[in-house]
């Protein structure tokens, strides 16, 4: 009996013959670091040879956008190179003209990152990686969010890298959820597991350094303090701490259900006129 091939077994042999490439699967890169960011570099390295791999990103830094859009003047569009673009606008605009304008049909995967830092618990709502992840997901493509856990300097993004690439094969091959993307989120000090996780809860603490400027005005730098006590052994914080890789699925519908089940006898105490 012949052996059989998995999907991506056949479409690596697939890529090999040049005039059938098309059945390559499409993987779109972006970011919230910027299209020249070492970390979007290193995913463009890590999917090379598993199929047609295109770049639409920022121009330049956009980070904390989450999924902003630029709606007070024109998202200039750029190539500069082959199947790679730079937008002057947030992860979420690049998405936007990605995905309805630069190509006829959608990718097979969308992969945002690797970011410079972590995104965990409540930063996903402030995340510009997260955000073009959720913009791809909201268009029915399956999409993960790759971010590199380290503070300071010599960052190394290699690892993170090729665990994407892998993570990346599997979601093409049996696809997530709709409605659903992965948020990533990899220590640089990787020690091997890898840990399904919850979202954390918020376990820091907004820190503002205030300063004055040569005018007398007064300004705040933001930062936050990480409380490492109380921690949710099951999320994404927890497993951070213990040396794991932590993948969590997030979902785009946020309906708290059991909240609109108990909430709603009141619209008969907020229905007709309303009280003087």
């Known amino acids: 009996m012949p052996p059989t091939l998995s999907p991506l077994g056949l479409r690596r042999i697939l890529f090999s013959d040049p005039g059938l490439q098309l059945c390559m699967p499409h993987i779109l890169i972006t970011n919230d670091d910027g299209i020249y960011a070492e970390g979007l570099r290193a995913l463009v390295t890590a999917f090379a ?3 047609t791999v295109s770049v639409v990103a920022p121009i330049s830094e956009r ?13 200039f569009c750029e190539q500069v190179a082959e199947r790679e673009w730079a937008i002057e606008g947030t992860p979420t605009d690049a998405m936007i003209v990605a995905l309805h304008r630069l190509f006829p049909e959608p990718p097979d995967l969308v992969v945002s990152g690797i970011n410079r830092g972590a995104n965990l618990g409540e930063n996903v709502f402030y995340s510009g990686t997260v955000g073009a992840a959720m913009e791809a997901t909201i268009n029915h493509i399956p999409a993960m969010a790759i971010s590199l856990v380290h503070r300071g300097s010599g960052f190394r993004y290699e690892t993170a890298g090729k665990f994407a690439r892998q993570l990346g094969e599997l979601v093409i091959q049996n696809r997530l959820p709709d409605g659903v993307l992965l948020n990533v989120n990899v220590p640089m000090e990787w020690n091997g597991g890898v840990s399904f996780t919850r979202q954390s809860k918020k376990v820091t603490r907004n820190v503002l350094q205030e300063g004055t400027d040569p005018r007398g005005r007064t300004y705040f730098w933001l930062n936050e303090q990480q409380i490492t006590e109380g921690i ?33 006898s009141w619209a008969k105490l907020l229905e007709g006129p309303l009280a003087r």
């Open 63 to 75: 980070s904390a956008a989450a999924q902003s859009l630029t709606l007070r003047h024109p998202i």
């Open 49 to 51: 040879g598993i199929g």
């Open 232 to 264: 949710d052994p099951t999320s994404d914080y927890a497993a951070i701490f213990k040396g794991h890789i932590s993948i969590t699925p997030l979902e785009l519908d946020r309906t708290h259900e059991l909240s609109l089940n108990h909430l709603s």
